[in-house]
T-cell receptor
C-alpha cells in the first residue's frame, strides 16, 4: 500500500519568508510525528499528534514553528520568518498505535534550504 | 547526558565480518526499543524491534539489558549492502520515540 508522502521534496526559500511543509500519513495510522535532521546529525523530535489528543509540542524549537493536523490525517508544518539555521531535512512519520511498540514509518522528507 | 547514546563510529569492516553496536538509554521507564537503518540521504527505516528476551532476524540479533539500560545489535556475515547508519530508538512514553545519533557502518570488499 501507499507509504507516507511529503511535499515538496525540496524547498529553497529566502530568509524571513514563511514555509509550509505537508505530510500525508499512511491511511489508518492514528499517530503522526515531525522530526528534523540537520546535515550529519541525528533526528530531532519536533511534534507528535495522537488521535484527537492535544499534540505534544515539546520539541518545537521556537514559536516560529507550528503544526496542525486536519481531520486526523494530513499534517502541515509551518515555519514563519525562516532563518538559516532552519535549513535541514524535515521528516514526517506515522504509526498505528494499535501495534505494540509504536513502530514508525517515515516519509522521504522535505529538504529545506534557507538562503 | 543524552537520552539515547551511541558510538558514532564509523565502523569499517570487511565483508563477512561480525560487528556489534551498543546503545545506552537514560530513562529507566522506557518500554519499547528499536533499531532503525538509515541510508545516505534517505529516510530511516525500521530494521527490527528489540524484545526483552532478545530476538533474531536472519543475520541480525538484538539484545536488551534493562538492568544496565543497554541495547545491542549484532550483524553476522556482513554484506556490502549493510553499509548504512544504524539508529538506536527508545520509546520515551506515549508513543514519543527518542533517536540516538546513529552509528555509521561501512562494509568493504
Amino acid at each position: 500500500g501507499a507509504g507516507v508522502s511529503q511535499s515538496p521534496s525540496n524547498k529553497v526559500t529566502e530568509k524571513g519568508k514563511d514555509v509550509e511543509l505537508r505530510c500525508d500519513p499512511i491511511s489508518g495510522h492514528t499517530a503522526l510525528y515531525w522530526y528534523r535532521q540537520s546535515l550529519g546529525q541525528g533526528l530531532e523530535f519536533l511534534i507528535y499528534f495522537q488521535g484527537n489528543s492535544a499534540p505534544d509540542k515539546s520539541g518545537l524549537p521556537s514559536d516560529r514553528f507550528s503544526a496542525e493536523r486536519t481531520g486526523g490525517s494530513v499534517s502541515t508544518l509551518t515555519i514563519q520568518r525562516t532563518q538559516q539555521e532552519d535549513s535541514a531535512v524535515y521528516l514526517c512519520a506515522s504509526s498505528s498505535s494499535g501495534t505494540g511498540g509504536y513502530e514508525q514509518y517515515f516519509g522521504p522528507g522535505t529538504r529545506l534550504t534557507v538562503t | 547526558r543524552k537520552e539515547v547514546e551511541q558510538d558514532p563510529g564509523p565502523f569499517n569492516v570487511p565483508e563477512g565480518a561480525t560487528v556489534a553496536f551498543n546503545c545506552t538509554y537514560s530513562n529507566s521507564a522506557s518500554q519499547s526499543f528499536f533499531w532503525y537503518r538509515q541510508d545516505c540521504r534517505k529516510e530511516p527505516k525500521l530494521l527490527m524491534s528489540v524484545y526483552s528476551s532478545g530476538n533474531e532476524d536472519g543475520r541480525f540479533t538484538a539484545q536488551l539489558n534493562r538492568a544496565s539500560q543497554y541495547i545491542s545489535l549484532l550483524i553476522r556475515d556482513s554484506k556490502l549492502s549493510d553499509s548504512a547508519t544504524y539508529l538506536c530508538v527508545v520509546n520515551a512514553g506515549g508513543g514519543k520515540l527518542i533517536f540516538g545519533q546513529g552509528t555509521e557502518l561501512s562494509v568493504k570488499p
